[in-house]
């Protein structure tokens, strides 16, 4: 099956700092998804992505299908924003694979 | 979007003991997936549930560890059986609507 990688797997920012996370994904993908997992366990999907950009207020997303990676923005963190940040691939008709997440941490 | 719901949020269970957890989406919809996601760990998908016919489980899972039902479509249950230590998980449905996937909140359960 396909393989996804997540970097870095750890990030501590300040408050207001802007970041990127990325996502390689070992096969060609026809839909590729990022979603925030609060430290509470909800998982909110954030984007649909599966090639170009994308933006959702302080979050954007871009995917490069040919090049098999994608990448989250997220620009003026909030402490709000803690959490652990998942890519997921369809390997197969609406099965996801996830990736080995971001676990982001913003301090005051 | 979806809107699902789930039963228990939580549990703590004695080893030997099975649990069921349902599943409720607030929309008809044709398949339904249960994840399984360990302490410090990614999603893991367990099994794909279709109305009206068998669900379909992954590698490393079987019917016996973790049956399912789903007697329609906005409904459906997993079921933990014979439960260790090991089975302490978080377990989350979550369904797709428009090549969009929802979670519902996810159960978390501690077998002591």
């Known amino acids: 099956g396909i393989q996804v990688e997540q970097s870095p797997p750890d990030l501590i920012l300040q408050e207001g700092a802007n970041s990127t996370l990325r996502c390689n994904f070992s096969?060609?993908?026809?839909?590729l998804q990022w979603f925030h997992q609060n430290p509470w366990g909800q998982l909110i999907n954030l984007f649909y992505?599966?090639?170009g950009t994308k933006q959702n207020g302080r979050l954007s997303a871009t995917t490069v299908a040919t090049e098999r990676y994608s990448l989250l923005y997220i620009s003026s963190s909030q402490t709000t924003d803690s959490g652990v940040y998942f890519c997921?691939?369809?390997?197969?008709?609406?099965?996801?694979?996830f990736g080995t997440g971001t676990r982001l941490q913003v301090t005051l | 979007s979806a809107v699902i719901s789930q039963k228990p949020s939580r549990d703590i269970c004695q080893r030997g003991t099975s649990l069921t957890i349902q599943c409720q989406v607030d929309?008809?919809?044709?398949?339904m997936f249960w994840y399984r996601q360990q302490p410090g760990q990614s999603l893991t998908l367990i099994a794909t549930?279709?109305?009206?016919?068998?669900?379909?489980?992954e590698s490393g899972f079987v019917i016996d560890k973790f049956p399912i039902s789903r007697p329609n479509l906005t409904f459906s249950t997993l079921t933990v059986s014979n439960m260790s230590p090991e089975d302490s998980s978080i377990y989350l449905c979550?369904?797709?609507?428009?090549?969009?996937?929802?979670f519902g909140p996810g159960t978390r359960l501690t077998v002591l």
């Open positions: 979550s369904v797709e609507l428009a090549d969009t996937q929802y």
């Open positions: 096969d060609s993908v026809n839909n």
């Open positions: 992505i599966p090639s």
């Open positions: 997921a691939a369809y390997y197969t008709a609406s099965k996801l694979t």
């Open positions: 929309s008809q919809v044709t398949m």
């Open positions: 549930a279709n109305q009206g016919s068998e669900a379909t489980y």
